[in-house]
């Protein structure tokens, strides 16, 4: 049932300052302008600024959000039996084959993994992973996002949108060099243990399945996002999908931020 994190990255030429400030004209019109569900498509650049690409000393890749200048949120499965420092992490990125001036590339401090998480359920997925040196947050290319906290919302059919550059089919060369972005609409826990069994806590969202589209490896840690009363929200982390493939037509599972809003409270490091 779990996902891997796999992947290869190339580097080359920066892009030109006039360049960016075409695209940061266009994107806040499209910010919150979410896909129907079951729809796929590549984010435009900088359409999601608080989303970034990691990499790891284990050669491994994933996603993850800043929830604050000096702090991402991200899966404890991408971060787990990590040396520290250990991430190399990639804010401000597009096209992960493509370096920009817009990228602040940092090196973890520390890793804050949940005390209670499971590598072989996947309970408790999640992990704050801090730095030093704090992003540079302009509001348009880097942001941090804002967390969902309200724990009494029924999901249900709900549309929430999914984010990352992993693969887009079920093939290694299918690996998505550019953000990519899908909607879907939240289905009731119950119906995500039809297919993942117990492994699917309370502390869990499920997102219906879309055949041939989804979350899949190197997505693994990135964000769920849902809109409530026009702001984008982070709902979830992207924790699990199908072992048999992100194609084929099975729900995703993604830990639910607001059964963690107090330990991340607690566990962001001190100023
Ligand atoms: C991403 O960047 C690479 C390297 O510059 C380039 O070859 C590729 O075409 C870019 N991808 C897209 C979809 O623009
Ligand atoms: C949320 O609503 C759906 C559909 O109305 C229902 O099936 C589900 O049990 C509800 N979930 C909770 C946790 O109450």
């Not at 502390?203 to 809109?227: M, N, T, W």
Request: proline fraction near 5%; charged fraction near 20%.
């Amino acid at each position: 049932m779990k996902l891997l994190i796999i992947t290869i990255i190339a580097f080359s030429a920066l892009v030109k300052a006039e360049q960016l400030d075409s695209e940061l004209r266009i994107s806040p019109r499209l910010y919150f302008n979410l896909l129907k569900a079951g729809q796929e498509e590549v984010a435009i650049p900088h359409q999601f600024p608080h989303q970034v690409f990691y990499t790891t000393d284990k050669g491994t890749y994933c996603g993850g959000t800043i929830i604050r200048n000096d702090a991402i949120l991200t899966a404890a499965h991408c971060v787990h039996g990590l040396k520290i420092p250990s991430l190399q992490v990639i804010p401000g990125v597009h096209n992960i084959s493509s370096p920009e001036a817009s990228w602040q590339i940092k090196i973890s401090k520390a890793i804050k993994i949940h005390e209670n998480y499971s590598p072989n359920t996947y309970k408790n997925d999640i992990a704050i992973v801090s730095f030093q040196y704090p992003f540079v947050l302009d509001g348009k290319i880097l942001n941090q996002i804002s967390l969902y906290d309200n724990k009494a919302t029924n999901f249900t059919g709900t549309e929430a949108t999914a984010s990352g550059w992993g693969w887009r089919h079920d093939s290694r060369d299918s690996l998505s060099s550019e953000l990519h972005y899908f909607t879907s609409k939240i289905i009731p826990n119950q119906k995500c243990r039809q297919v993942y069994n117990n492994e699917v806590t309370d502390s869990i969202v499920c997102l219906d399945q879309v055949p041939g589209k989804g979350a899949c490896h190197i997505d693994a840690g990135g964000p769920l996002y849902i809109v409530e009363n026009n702001k984008l929200y982070q709902l979830g982390i992207f924790s699990y999908g199908e072992q048999r493939g992100c194609t084929k037509g099975k729900p995703t599972a993604y830990t639910q931020i607001p059964a963690y809003i107090d330990w991340i409270k607690n566990n962001l490091p001190k100023y």
